[in-house]
């Protein structure tokens, strides 16, 4: 129903900074919420920070003052601006649309991988 197109993963030193893209397509209309998820080896996905069509955000307490999630409505696309990396922000990030009663509209795609590394 909906289509996600994913970007800007890569590899990265310790304080550097990565911004990435997901782009949605199709029934765009039922999107309420657009999130950014990650999953490091041998953890649970977890929310990263998530932006609702009002512009209400959340963020992950891990991530909370580093990170900045931001929409463009017109564009249906949704960015994750990270600055000051930490080994620890390694993870397979995946982005997300969901509706008003937090029901996925995509389902998971392969991700983009983000490495914080020396």
């Known amino acids: 129903q909906v289509q996600l197109v994913e970007s800007g993963g890569g590899l990265v030193q310790p304080g550097g900074s990565l911004r990435l893209s997901c782009a949605a397509s199709?029934?765009?209309?039922?999107?309420?919420?657009m999130a950014w998820y990650r999953q490091a080896p041998g953890k649970q996905r977890e929310l990263v920070a998530g932006t609702t069509n009002g512009g209400t955000t959340h963020y992950a307490d891990s991530v909370k003052g580093r990170f900045t999630i931001s929409r463009e409505n017109a564009k249906n696309t949704v960015y994750l601006q990270m600055n000051s990396l930490k080994p620890e922000d390694t993870a397979v990030y995946y982005c997300t649309a969901e509706t008003v009663s937090g029901h996925r509209l995509a389902d998971w795609g392969q991700g983009t991988q983000v490495t914080v590394s020396s």
């Open positions: 199709g029934n765009i209309f039922s999107i309420y919420n």
